[in-house]
């Protein structure tokens, strides 16, 4: 069974909550293991503020490549059947030839870190003719006032927002803009079992 996506509990946990908000989107509720979310848990939140309080920075950069090489290693293990794939700086971008929109084709979901009113992390599950497939876990119940930007809350299995392609790729700090290239990144998430590869389908061709 899968279960829907949620929102994160604070103002700082959106890092581990679009995580796990991927892995739920991508396998069943039982076969996601207890020791995946409690590692997700574990090495996030991983920031201290300017005052020195822990956590209350979120999640780092640095702490989101160690999850994504660490679930490549427990995958070893057989015990789930996902792969991850880090991407940061110019690598991360909305287009044709981006890594990402390659992995929402093919079934996979992209973690990334952009703007909303600071860095926040949100996943995102799919592609559509009005945008980008979003499920932002901070939880919002008035329409955005920012052209194209749809609220939606009837799809809590894959999205709560669709986002415009054009707002990804700014490099200003502007509402969902990737941002800068120092500030960009990426964890691109599959299950290997339903991963469309050119082997599986003949339309990944054309």
């Given at each position: 069974?899968?279960?829907?996506?949620?929102?994160?509990?604070?103002?700082?946990?959106?890092?581990?909550?679009?995580?796990?908000?991927?892995?739920?989107?991508?396998?069943?509720?039982?076969?996601?293991?207890?020791?995946?979310?409690?590692?997700?848990?574990?090495?996030c939140l991983d920031c201290y503020n300017d005052e020195g309080?822990?956590?209350?920075?979120?999640?780092?950069?640095?702490?989101?490549?160690?999850?994504?090489?660490?679930?490549?290693?427990?995958?070893?293990?057989?015990?789930?059947?996902?792969?991850?794939?880090?991407?940061?700086?110019?690598?991360?971008?909305?287009?044709?030839?981006?890594?990402?929109?390659?992995?929402?084709?093919?079934?996979?979901?992209?973690?990334?870190?952009?703007?909303?009113?600071e860095a926040h992390y949100v996943v995102l599950t799919g592609?559509?003719?009005?945008?980008?497939?979003?499920?932002?876990?901070?939880?919002?119940?008035?329409?955005?006032?920012?052209?194209?930007?749809?609220?939606?809350?009837?799809?809590?299995?894959?999205?709560?927002?669709?986002?415009?392609?054009?707002?990804?790729n700014q490099e200003s700090l502007e509402l969902y803009a990737?941002?800068?290239?120092?500030?960009?990144?990426?964890?691109?998430?599959?299950?290997?079992?339903?991963?469309?590869?050119?082997?599986?389908?003949?339309?990944?061709?054309?």
């Open positions: 069974m899968k279960n829907p996506l949620h929102y994160q509990l604070s103002e700082c946990d959106c890092g581990p909550t679009a995580l796990l908000n991927g892995l739920s989107y991508l396998f069943q509720r039982e076969e996601i293991p207890p020791e995946v979310i409690r590692n997700v848990m574990l090495y309080i822990p956590c209350k920075s979120g999640t780092s950069m640095a702490a989101m490549m160690f999850l994504s090489n660490w679930l490549n290693g427990f995958c070893k293990t057989g015990r789930l059947p996902v792969s991850s794939q880090y991407l940061s700086g110019r690598s991360v971008y909305i287009g044709p030839e981006s890594y990402i929109n390659d992995a929402l084709m093919r079934g996979g979901v992209a973690v990334v870190r952009l703007f909303y009113e592609i559509e003719k009005d945008g980008i497939r979003m499920f932002d876990p901070y939880y919002e119940e008035e329409p955005f006032k920012e052209e194209g930007v749809q609220l939606v809350l009837d799809q809590p299995f894959s999205h709560n927002r669709i986002v415009p392609a054009c707002y990804f990737f941002g800068p290239y120092e500030m960009r990144e990426a964890v691109l998430l599959f299950n290997n079992e339903t991963m469309i590869t050119p082997e599986k389908s003949i339309e990944y061709f054309i």
